[in-house]
């Protein structure tokens, strides 16, 4: 049984879907945003595909992400989610949730910006240590203090992540009232868009 949906309005689903044309919808945004979550239900609604970029590394790899970062280090591990979201941005449309620092790589942010439409979920440090805090699986927070280095990855990918075409503000509210936050805010991409020529 699928959870219920809030009933968007058909012109604004409609709307968003132009918007996004044959591009992919990339969600960007800090460990416990809730990209993955939120991407999923923002698929559903758009009835298109959707794809977690963690998720297909592992499976290519065979490894999960800790074992990645263990294995190989940081920067292997960014050079192989470069290459694996550079791929899955080839077709489309789809919605794609990204890992936190994907969108850190040069490289990737211009290949997202220039072939997608990205969101980027903003949380506040207190929303995202309250979901990070409660599994012991993500390879960056396993420091002395984590939640300072969350403070400070915060700190360093914000001004970044504000480069995505759009921000939508991830908070505890309803995961469907976040996504239909989001569609709305691609939909309006499509009135500026027509508004633009006579300007």
Same mark, same amino acid.
């Given at each position: 049984?699928?959870?219920p949906q809030p009933s968007l309005p058909e012109q604004e689903i409609a709307s968003a879907r132009r918007v996004? $044309?044959?591009r992919n919808l990339v969600f960007v945004g800090l460990m416990g945003a809730g990209k993955? &979550?939120?991407g999923r239900i923002v698929a559903q609604m758009l009835d298109i595909p959707f794809v977690d970029s963690d998720h297909e590394i592992e499976r290519v790899s065979r490894m999960s992400i800790p074992e990645l970062f263990e294995a190989y280090g940081e &920067?292997?591990?960014?050079a192989l989610e &470069? !290459?694996?979201?550079k791929r899955l941005l080839r077709t489309g449309p789809r919605v794609l949730s990204t890992g936190g620092g994907a969108f850190m790589n040069d490289a990737t942010r211009a290949t997202v910006l &220039?072939? $997608?439409?990205?969101v980027w979920l903003k949380a506040d440090l207190e929303v995202l240590w309250t979901r990070?805090?409660?599994r012991d699986s993500r390879p960056l927070l396993k420091t002395a203090n984590p939640k300072q280095t969350l403070a400070s990855l915060l700190e360093? !990918?914000?001004p970044v992540y504000a480069e995505a075409d759009v921000t939508v503000q991830s908070r505890d509210d309803p995961k469907e009232t976040i996504a239909a936050e989001a569609i709305a805010a691609i939909a309006r991409l499509d009135g500026e868009r027509k508004k633009a020529p006579s300007q």
């Open positions: 049984m699928t959870e996004l $044309g044959r993955s &979550a939120i &920067a292997e591990f960014r &470069a !290459r694996v979201i &220039a072939s $997608g439409l990205s990070v805090s409660k360093q !990918r914000y």
